[in-house]
């Protein structure tokens, strides 16, 4: 069992992360070190070439990186993204984005998450991405 | 002379990086080969620990690497990055973001493009960020 | 079929890819896309801790990318990295070291590979690293 | 002052890093959060089309993350990368290579750095890399 839900990440991004709420970006599931989110196609996500813009990518890869962490250790709001490492595979045509994210590894105190982007209704992905997370020590986490 | 101004970059990020420009990111200076942008804040940019997200910071980057290389060939709109790389370095408090980006190398296929980031008011770079934008043959490049 | 095979590859190492060959580098496996490379432990590998050094996996990384690109464009010798990103996860023991590698995407200039490090007789990855090649113009391509 | 002299890193290559000092590797100049590392130019280096190869480039970069490292917090050989990331600029021509590193960041738990290689003769760098390192409690701290 993941120790959070994607109901309890929806949640926590509703309160916590307005960046990725307010662009209607949801989880559609999270196993233990695993997460799917979508990112609802909107044409704040446009770049020039009527494609979808890097930014877009990187931050749904992120809060994916966040749901994979978050589903090993539970709500430990304070981990936080190190490094972060992105390649665009193709330009994603306007439609929702799908991440599908798993852990590498989850040590004590860092994680490290693999992350690939779809364009919905496209068989190749969009881009792959790697980060790590830190995860604070016991004492810091109450969140 | 750069090839782009902070005028006409600021022009094309309302017309056509609605992700930008609709969160009021804007150039403050262009030279050739270097740029200065800044991510007003907003509260749309927190995360856990009332801290600016990392996704913001990308963003930011990466509007700053793409200033980057328009200084150096114009308003080439379709170069687009092909990889980026992004570490952190300080959890930037709830403030302004500024990035500095130089050119590290401009090929004729391939850009390469370092910016450093700071919270203002900040002595110490928030994150530090790398990336690569491929610049298309100049058939396609008529915008 | 692979447009190189593992016996051409170790042969073209053995010409031209001296710190490869001679540290005992060798192509176990190469598919349409895909490349599996060995680094036979020796001494000269390790690290304090008496573990193996992060430059030894780095080496036979970038080495099982160019014979991932190569098995899709042929012996096209300069095909060259143009960046490269690897995650640390375990300190792999005093032991071979096995690469997989596995194409992301094949464009006409860029090529992007995913690759996997195994420490020979242990489970979890010790590293994991994606790069992106850079394909020459057809007229620069006579090896 | 450093905490580490380049003489003291020298003697911990040679006695513990095998793969940077049977190649000629060595530290030119430390200071407190800066190296400089010289790689002399052998054979061994080469990759087709007669220029250095990446991992030569790599592994410079590493080990002068790794004196820069130890110029802030002393003989702990037990910091390790966690992540590297490095960007090939132009093809360095047969001759040493240089490194300078300096610090970007030093945590409790991670430093990270930024390394600039040239190519000795060559005004322009010929790679840009940066990398996270692990520092390990204290109680890990003997060497």
Redesign the interface.
Known sequence: MPRITADEFNA?MAE?????H?GGMRAERIGRGTAVLRQPYT???????GTV????M??LA??TMYAVVLSLIGKV??A????????????PSPADLLAEGQI??LGK??A?V?VTLHSEGHG??VA?A?G?Y?IPPKAEQK?
């Open positions: 926590l916590d992360l307005p960046w990725a307010q044409e704040r996500m446009l770049r020039p070439g813009a890097g930014p877009a990187m931050a992120d809060a709001k304070l936080v993204t190190t490094s972060f490492n992105i390649n665009f595979l193709y330009r590498l590894k105190r860092l490290v693999e190749e992905p792959h790697t790590t830190s969140s």
